[in-house]
């Protein structure tokens, strides 16, 4: 049998009765680490242990040194009937090697008794007089990259060894919390003339001079802290709620569809502008509208805002198999190729005309045609090279002279579709943007047509009383500017 115990925060008035007479009386006793403050009390006693100190400075990482810990461990209990593996604190608090060991042992059918123990964070909730029933989140600042911090629960962070750790721990909490949020800084909880526990800024975290092995960090709850995901869906839930904003109470899915198109091209243009605060609150926009439809759909039973997450999480993960899958790419074509592949097994698509159809019809009219052109391009119904397509731009524009001088509405407009189709495969096969060409245009003809106006003023003339030629003159002079 191997027997885990553990040896508390670092008071000798914390260690079990039952751990020292198992530590006096044990034969074969093995420390993790002897840098706890109960090592010298158990020297004291006559205990005599050997400690995986050395590897520490044998692996690379401290996942290698806890897994080679429980592997040792396996072997030595091989070669005797029963041994003692101790740790700091509560060996199920906090304590990765126990957890391999027990794994370990599960697998290879070797019985493990644990013995009870008092853990620091008994000691840093008695010294900071923390009600757990509050809420309490633990976090190993090894792993906090991997954590998702909540400012509704008191967070207690351990392992905090090093200004570096300290520094790095600093970074991650920074994404969460402003950056002068109190904290405490703890150090050996619970150990008489050591502990150590003040409130600090939490910038200043890592330039306290104390930092060791024995250092934790708690941060309260505070719900008046940095916005958050959650904070938005509330507000959200009060805006449409019995005392809520009448507008917002109004609004359906169908009525929000246009100021959902008028964000994104918001966002569209604070990038074109490079401006990066625009670019937040411009997103921030969009987020909204999302979780606008979220709160609608969960007030009419049908779906909510997890759904939404879980259906594009779900979703990134099956279009990039060559990211957690074990499909292999050269290059972001290939990753196109099977992202269509992808799809069209999840849309079902049975033919080549369903991936045309699917292509929204709420598209501006020029990215719906270079989008349903690409698509059929991918099965080989394409123009060889730009040129006879331009020649299909003359064809379509000889259409529209035959019959723009008859009544034919409906005909006309076909044809001036045509045109307008032929133009953006024409763009398409010269790898040009549609939509960005006709904006640069549009743009190019205010700043011209600016320059006519201006220029007219000067001159003492109003543009409604010039003659076109003279206006043409203008737009003439302004293509020189």
């Known amino acids: 049998m191997i027997k885990i115990v553990g040896l508390g925060p670092g008071a000798k008035d914390a260690l079990t009765i039952g751990t020292l007479e198992l530590l006096k009386s044990s034969h074969k006793v093995l420390l993790r680490t002897e840098k706890h403050p109960n090592v010298d009390y158990l020297k004291s006693l006559g205990v005599v242990f050997d400690t995986y100190d050395s590897f520490y400075e044998r692996f690379d990482s401290f996942d290698e040194v806890y897994s080679a810990i429980s592997k040792d461990i396996i072997d030595k209990h091989n070669t005797c009937e029963e041994l003692v593996y101790a740790v700091p604190g509560h060996p199920l608090v906090a304590e990765k090697s126990v957890t391999l ?14 013995l009870p123990a008092v853990s620091f964070i008994d000691a840093v909730m008695e010294s900071l007089k923390i009600d757990p029933i509050e809420g309490i989140k633990i976090v ?11 400012k509704r629960l008191g967070l207690i962070i351990t392992q905090v060894y090093n200004p570096l750790i300290a520094s790095e721990t600093k970074l991650a909490l920074l994404e969460y919390y402003k950056d002068d949020t109190d904290i405490y800084f703890v150090r050996a909880a619970g150990v008489k003339g050591l502990e150590s526990i003040r409130k600090i800024k939490l910038y200043d975290l890592d330039r306290q001079e104390d930092i060791d092995y024995l250092t934790s960090i708690y941060i309260p709850k505070d ?47 604070a990038i074109d502008e490079e401006d990066d605060t625009k670019l937040v609150e411009e997103l921030g926009d969009v987020l909204l509208q999302v979780v606008f439809h979220g709160q609608i759909g969960k007030e009419e039973g049908y779906f909510n805002i997890n759904d939404i997450i879980k259906g594009i999480t779900e979703k990134m993960i099956s279009r990039h198999p060559h990211v957690f899958g ?16 992808i799809k069209g097994k999840e849309k079902d698509f049975k033919t080549y005309t369903d991936t045309l159809k699917h292509v929204p019809k709420n598209f501006p009219g020029l990215l719906r045609a270079e989008k349903v052109q690409k698509k059929a391009a991918k099965v080989g119904f394409d123009w060889a090279d730009v040129a006879p397509a331009m020649e299909k731009v003359l064809e379509e524009l000889q259409e529209v002279r035959d019959v723009y001088k008859t009544n034919n509405e409906a005909k006309i407009q076909e044809e001036v579709g045509d045109l307008i189709f032929a133009t953006v495969n024409v763009a398409r096969l010269l790898d040009i943007d549609p939509e960005f060409a006709v904006n640069y245009t549009i743009d190019k003809f205010i700043k011209r047509f600016q320059y006519i106006e201006e220029t007219a003023i000067k001159k003492g003339l109003n543009l409604k009383d010039m003659t076109l030629e003279q206006m043409d003159q203008l737009w003439n002079e302004a293509k020189n500017v």
């Open 101 to 114: 060991l027990l794994k370990e042992c599960e697998a290879t059918g070797i019985e493990t008794e644990i």
């Open 140 to 150: 190993d600042a090894f792993d906090i990259a991997n954590q998702v911090m909540d």
């Open 223 to 269: 719900l008046d802290n940095t916005k958050d995901f959650y904070d938005l869906l509330k507000v959200m839930e009060v805006l449409r709620g019995e005392d809520g904003c009448p507008w917002d109470y109004e609004q359906t899915h169908e009525s929000l569809k246009r100021y959902l198109i008028e964000e994104c091209y918001e966002v569209l243009e």
């Open 326 to 341: 074990d499909v292999q790419v050269s290059d972001s074509d290939e990753v196109l190729t099977n992202w269509e592949e």
